[in-house]
């Protein structure tokens, strides 16, 4: 391999952030229950405290989502006590993220809702997102609709996309030059016959029709087995239209697995995807890499610990890619070689050179020892304990 290795990737790190969720680091698991974890956190500052102790181990990543029914039940009135956490944490608020689907209100759908005053209930949630996400600086607000039916002909899907483009432009309306509304996609689940806004195409026309600070975020459990997801971030890297990603890794669908824990290849794909764009534009693509799962069987810390450093990893090997020798094999369609060329950067063992990255920052070489000796988990545990013992593991 001709390039500099350690150049590259270190160039590479130098840029990469990854935002972690607020929801990672609690007692989360299946729709079957979970698995309680003594250590998890049960309120907001024990969310930052976990985001900012990941943040320093990893160096990379300086924000946490925030879900808004979740970390700030109280709304507006939430938004001190989250920048109090956030200079005391050395995290700060990233995206923010609504919640359409815990409301009893929203059986027939959120902004879907055939009723008027429903859908002005979940518009007003919206505009509030962007009020807070205006106020803690944080730049993308995140929806994501489950709103759907379960049973053919009983709803108008055509009636449904118009009440979704009214309040989208609404809120597109309500923003500030700098906000982004980042638009997200999923097949199925809560609802199995129709979702409205079930794929990238109908989340891209959405933010087409919202206004130009609206893309599509992609989140890469939201896709059939086999999906070519390489191919849909080339299509909105092409239109303009990517805003960010909720990374974690799938077998069978949803599943919130820990990133490349499945098919790293897949995501060694999509960030190479994204690079190759780069490279061609000579323009840094502005997209948001966001974690979104929930750790039912890994310890809460350590998987996130070790879903950065992954990330970090794949990206790095990303960063290996002789672009200009890819294009020129591609250009004689020289399958093998082209193939290979490609290859080859992911079979590479980065780890040693992420190592010296995080050594020349003066970070802590290797993440997950560091949280194993540092005590921290004990200490969480012990701290933990009693609140969890009273959670509810159960789904019914
Ligand atoms: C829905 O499955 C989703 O991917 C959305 O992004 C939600 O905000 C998140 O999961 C909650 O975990
Ligand atoms: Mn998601």
Redesign the pocket.
């Known amino acids: 391999m001709a390039l500099d290795m350690e150049g590259s990737v270190w160039q590479a790190l130098d840029q990469f952030r990854i935002e972690l969720?607020s929801?990672g680091f609690a007692n989360?698991g299946t729709r079957f229950g979970k698995f309680m974890q003594p250590a998890a956190a049960t309120n907001l500052a024990e969310k930052f405290n976990d985001a900012g102790m990941v943040n320093q181990l990893t160096g990379a990543c300086p924000t946490v989502a925030l879900?808004l029914l979740w970390d700030l039940p109280n709304g507006l009135k939430d938004v001190a006590q989250v920048q109090e956490l956030s200079s005391k944490c050395g995290v700060a608020a990233g995206s923010i993220?609504p919640?359409f689907f815990q409301s009893q209100e929203y059986k027939f759908g959120a902004l879907g809702n055939p009723d008027a005053a429903i859908r002005k209930q979940a518009l007003d949630h919206l505009l509030d997102c962007v009020a807070i996400a205006h106020k803690l600086n944080s730049r993308d607000i995140?929806p994501?609709l489950?709103d759907g039916s379960n049973y053919p002909g009983t709803q108008s899907m055509r009636h449904r996309i118009a009440w979704f483009e009214q309040a989208f432009k609404k809120t597109h309306a309500a923003m500030s030059p700098s906000q982004r509304l980042l638009i997200?996609y999923?097949p199925f689940?809560p609802f199995f016959y129709h979702t409205d806004v079930a794929d990238w195409g109908m989340a891209l026309l959405l933010a087409k029709a919202a206004g130009p600070q609206a893309l599509v975020?992609v989140?890469t459990?939201?896709h059939y087995q086999t999906q070519n997801i390489e191919q849909i971030v080339a299509w909105l890297l092409r239109a303009g239209m990517l805003g960010g990603f909720?990374f974690n890794d799938r077998r069978y669908a949803?599943d919130?697995l820990t990133l490349g824990s499945i098919d790293p290849y897949q995501v060694f794909r999509i960030f190479h995807e994204i690079r190759n764009y780069e490279w061609e534009t000579g323009a840094p693509v502005d997209v948001a890499y966001m974690i979104?799962q929930?750790h039912n069987m890994k310890g809460k810390m350590e998987a996130m610990v070790q879903t950065v450093c992954t990330a970090q990893e794949i990206y790095a090997k990303a960063a290996l890619v002789d672009q200009a020798r890819l294009s020129v094999l591609q250009e004689e369609c020289k399958l093998v070689e082209a193939e290979e060329c490609f290859r080859s950067a992911f079979w590479q063992d980065v780890r040693p050179i992420v190592k010296s990255w995080r050594r020349s920052k003066g970070l802590v070489e290797d993440p997950l020892l560091a949280l194993r000796e540092s005590g921290y988990i004990e200490q969480i545990t012990k701290e933990r304990a009693a609140a969890n013992q009273g959670a509810v593991a159960s789904y019914a």
């Open positions: 969720p929801w989360t879900h993220n919640n995140a994501w489950p997200e999923k689940e975020l989140d459990g939201h909720h949803d919130d979104d929930s």
